[in-house]
């Protein structure tokens, strides 16, 4: 997706960054957008690096770095919009980000909204659980009436400050109440006039094909592919053609940064040094170039005259 930058050049990153469309504009375009999951500033940056065009900011992925817990409501929405600020002061991409269930009522849902757009969200994802909600792939999911989420997502509509701000809207019924139920939500959220639907936790290619047919046509479609869960894993090039319109990976860069630390804490407990490991991280140097430490500080510089 998007231009090969040079991870060592941050400022051909943020020139092909600035140059990107907003999240409205690239939707229309016929390629699938796959939106790769990060739960930081340092996380998106190396994603922007990447070459990605968008990033999908994960509440679970907070809850697993910023908290060590699982995901199951502990998050506030005080610490998704913070993490959030850290990320677009950083990065010119556009951020998709998980609202969960607004936060509250749908007064609350208008705060979040007003909130996260301020620090930079270009769009939010709203989901119909209960709260306490949980990952939408565990078991024991609780959706609340079609008409409470309806009202949720026109208070949300109504909030934003900019229509470029996009509102999605993501049913985890399927679980709770089956399929035929979980269309029918996504048939009244539709009506609403959200921008995208997100119909979470397909079970079978069958089931994501027929929610494509009866969607993608009318409205953006977004797929969840969560590595051991319940929807069937597939490349988003297979999934755009399908007629999906965004894929997220939300929680893989919290599973693999877990693993890579798992190897990297045994082997400096058996070893005693990090010497084993040398190939498998950046040195001092190679971080600081990832971050742009000598351009910060050439700024900086700037403002030493006084003048």
């Known amino acids: 997706m998007g231009n090969i930058v040079n991870s060592n050049n941050p400022a051909q990153v943020t ?32 994603a922007e690096q990447a070459g990605f065009e968008a990033l999908y900011l994960s509440g ?19 610490e998704v919009a913070q993490t959030l600020a850290h990320i677009t002061d950083r ?21 979040t909204v007003r909130d996260f757009e301020r620090a930079g969200a270009s769009m939010l994802q709203i989901e119909d659980q209960t709260f306490p909600k949980r990952c939408g792939h565990l078991q024991g999911k609780g959706v609340v009436p079609v008409v409470e ?29 089956g399929f035929e139920a979980a269309m029918a939500r996504a048939e009244a959220y539709l009506a609403c006039g959200v921008d995208a639907l997100f119909i979470e936790a397909l079970r079978s290619p069958e089931q994501m094909k ?43 860069t919290a599973r693999a940064v877990t693993h890579t630390l798992q190897g990297y804490y045994a082997s400096l407990r058996q070893h005693q040094t990090t010497d084993p490991w040398r190939a498998q991280m950046l040195d001092f140097d190679g971080l600081n170039a990832v971050i742009d430490t000598p351009g910060l500080l050439a700024r900086g510089k700037q403002y030493d005259s006084g003048l």
């Not at 960054?17 to 999240?23: E, F, I, L, S, V």
């Not at 679970?60 to 005080?78: E, K, M, P, Q, V």
């Not at 400050?161 to 809207?169: D, E, G, K, Y």
């Open 91 to 111: 990065v010119r991409l556009p951020v998709i980000v998980d609202a969960d269930t607004g936060f509250g009522n749908a007064l609350n849902t208008q705060r």
């Open 210 to 252: 027929a929610a494509c047919d009866q969607f993608a046509h009318r409205i953006p479609l977004l797929a969840n592919m969560v590595e051991g869960g319940q929807t069937p894993l597939q490349s988003a090039d297979a999934l755009g053609q399908l007629g999906f319109r965004i894929v997220i990976f939300p929680g893989g």
């Open 15 to 46: 020139q092909n960054a600035a140059d990107q469309p907003t999240m409205g504009q690239r939707l229309k375009q016929p390629k699938v957008l796959l939106a790769p999951g990060v739960y930081d500033a340092l996380s998106a940056v190396v």
């Open 149 to 177: 989420m309806q009202g949720k997502l026109r208070a949300a509509l109504d909030a934003r400050r900019s229509a470029s701000t996009l509102i999605l809207a993501r049913t985890d019924a399927l679980a709770v109440e």
């Open 60 to 78: 679970a992925s907070i809850a697993y770095t910023r908290l060590g817990r699982s995901d199951i409501g502990l998050t506030t929405a005080t």
